[in-house]
């Protein structure tokens, strides 16, 4: 066998020995079993008994809204015993074929998700319909936008009883506020980087204050579920100093926003040993459990699904400050969970230097963080979560 063959057997055996492998494969197995189950099973309640108590969750088909309904399906059965409620998870645009005939009169509770440009008239005849085929329901919208605002909240505010965000201001006026472009975001890097944007303000009514819910952000994906079901992160060496694999295309502000980011890395790769470019996800997940930290900018909103991943494969996340946000649960405790770094990265370098310098700091970090999601779902805190929504 030849030589290089070999040293990449020796390091394959090592990331298997290290659990790194097997559960970025087991992972991605519960992904693949919940697509095969979803495609099966939320079809068949399309023409089912919708005369027992029922939840029906009209999901919109995306992978990150997807992440609002897994633990729903999941707990479902807990759902049935507790509240006496059987969930029934729809593709939205099957909200026609279901209840029309008059027989969903006992659906106690309807959770609605709708994509963020949905037009008004769309909007209206969605909730019409829930409201024509379920009278009695209870009727709470999902949002599950990246951007924290809340740009819909006041076209359904007469339809819903409950909105659910997965990242709230810590600041409530901030919703209120005109900000130069769509987004806090946009407002912040457009003027950084003299973007042409227009001012926007969003009309927020004062029903938000008993509306709003704090909701679950990305972590109740399936692969995450499964991530963070271990007892602790993956053992084992990190030879990757930083992990920055992320996409710089997009809009005018996030481009130059990322691209400054990845800037930053550059300046340190001479160095350290830094990756990044695109990966197929398997072998980037497998990457973040070698990599000693992972340098997650900003998106189109602030949290990304690299902040989870990193987190639960043991890589110390380096992030732009969160403390405008809540989210729940935190893994944004500065210096406990993560490592915030200023907006504009001015920051960046000298973060990074200190904590490969410090492996214990880095390493009391990035336990502490683990733990917060393991114990989310050790202690089922979603399912206590439920008590706000039904």
């Not at 003027?191 to 008993?210: R, T």
Request: hydrophobic content about 40%; proline content about 5%.
């Amino acid at each position: 066998m030849p030589r290089w063959r070999n040293k990449d057997f020796i390091k394959w055996l090592l990331l298997v020995s290290s659990g790194t492998v097997i559960r970025v494969w087991r992972a991605q197995l519960s992904e693949i079993i919940w697509k095969i189950t979803k495609r099966i099973n939320c079809k068949l309640p399309i023409r089912g008994d919708y005369t027992v108590p029922s939840f029906v969750f009209l999901y919109y088909p995306n992978a990150i809204a997807g992440s609002q309904l897994y633990p729903f399906y999941s707990y479902r059965k807990k759902i049935r015993r507790q509240y006496g409620l059987t969930l029934k998870a729809l593709p939205l645009n099957s909200l026609e074929k279901v209840g029309a005939d008059g027989g969903a009169t006992n659906v106690q509770v309807v959770a609605v998700q709708a994509h963020f440009k949905a037009e008004d008239k769309d909007l209206g005849n969605i909730f019409s319909l829930i409201k024509s085929n379920f009278p009695k329901a209870k009727v709470v919208f999902f949002d599950w936008y990246a951007p924290s605002d809340l740009r819909l909240f006041s076209k359904i505010d007469p339809y819903i009883d409950k909105y659910v965000k997965k990242t709230l201001f810590v600041d409530s006026h901030e919703y209120r506020k005109s900000h130069f472009g769509d987004t806090n975001l946009m407002d912040y890097y457009g003027k950084l980087y003299n973007c042409q944007h227009e001012n926007k303000k969003y009309v927020i009514p004062k029903s938000i204050d008993k509306k709003l819910i704090e909701g679950v952000g990305f972590l109740t994906a399936p692969y995450l579920y499964s991530l963070f079901s271990n007892k602790g992160v993956p053992v084992g060496s990190r030879p990757i100093d930083l992990n920055a694999r992320f996409t710089v295309k997009g809009s005018d502000w996030y481009s130059q926003m990322r691209a400054e980011a990845l800037k930053r890395t550059f300046q340190l790769s001479s160095i350290y040993s830094v990756s990044n470019g695109p990966l197929p996800k398997i072998d980037y997940l497998i990457e973040l459990g070698r990599s000693k930290m992972t340098f997650s900018p900003f998106g189109y909103g602030e949290i990304c699904w690299r902040d989870y991943e990193a987190v639960a494969l043991g890589s110390l996340l380096l992030k732009p400050d969160m403390g405008n946000l809540k989210t729940y649960p935190d893994i944004f405790i500065p210096y406990e969970t993560y490592v915030p770094v200023a907006w504009d990265f001015s920051d960046f370098a000298e973060k990074f230097t200190y904590y490969i310098a410090n492996p214990d700091e880095r390493l009391r970090i990035t336990k502490n963080a683990y733990q917060v999601g393991h114990q989310f779902f050790k202690d089922e805190e979603f399912f206590e979560h439920l008590k706000q929504i039904i």
